[in-house]
């Protein structure tokens, strides 16, 4: 039913962090310092965090997609294009329409970013050498999509609209669609890494749409870092 093994899922997985070794140390640290932004705001840590975060969707799509996954599955390409795309919505969301701000201080919502954020940076890597895995293999955000999906969810979680109600919303679709796109590969493939992605993104987005309708009936009041 499909192209390839999980054994050689990973072995391709651990190849290509190995070859790139350098950057998927760069990768993590970056995606480590977008969650310190959106914890710790501070001017233009919004304009921040969505370069970092398109940054890791267009190396995603052109390192993972359009690199060794394009030699083991034959839709690799075209997940590509749908990577790149959440690249250029968030480049253009984020950057160019300064839709999404961080605010200071703490509430629930920000606190569920923050522990999903930290899953895909800690929790889903980790999860290879514990069932046995190449260390190697390990899934980084900002370098394979299961974790940067989950991560760019979290930190959707932990912003607020500055001049639209639902840009969280709509940045999180590509997200949510790879989470289950992956998590059902992962069911019936026996990959333990991604089986999660599906309940951490349909109750990411869940949250998202009622803090989103929160604010559309009361405002919001929070004070964000541009």
């Known amino acids: 039913m499909f192209p390839y093994t999980p054994e050689v899922l990973t072995s391709t997985m651990a190849a290509f962090n190995t070859a790139t070794l350098p950057l998927a140390v760069v990768a993590f640290a970056l995606m480590l310092g977008s969650l310190l932004l ?71 919502y920000r606190a569920v970013g923050g522990r999903l ?9 980790a999860i290879t050498p514990l069932v046995g895995g190449d260390v190697a293999g390990m899934r980084v955000a900002g370098m394979a999509p299961g974790p940067t999906a989950v991560l760019t969810i979290g930190l959707l ?38 089986m999660a992605l599906p309940v951490l993104g349909l109750g990411g987005f869940a949250l998202l749409i009622v803090k989103a309708r929160r604010v559309e009936r009361g405002g919001d ?6």
């Open 117 to 125: 954020a930290l899953l895909a940076l800690i929790g889903i890597p």
């Open 38 to 108: 959106a914890a710790f705001p501070r001017p233009g840590s919004g304009l921040l965090i969505g370069g970092i975060l398109a940054a890791g969707w267009v190396w995603t799509a052109v390192g993972w997609h359009f690199g060794p996954f394009a030699g083991i599955n034959f839709a690799g390409p075209v997940y590509g294009i749908f990577f790149l795309l959440q690249a250029g919505l968030i480049l253009w969301l984020v950057l160019w329409r300064g839709r999404v701000a961080f605010p200071r201080g703490i509430d629930g």
């Open 157 to 194: 979680l932990m912003a607020r609209d500055r001049r639209g109600r639902w840009a969280a919303v709509w940045l999180a679709v590509i997200p949510l669609l790879w989470c289950l796109a992956a998590g059902v590969t992962a069911w019936l493939m026996t990959v333990p890494e991604d």
């Open 221 to 226: 009041s929070e004070r964000a870092a541009p």
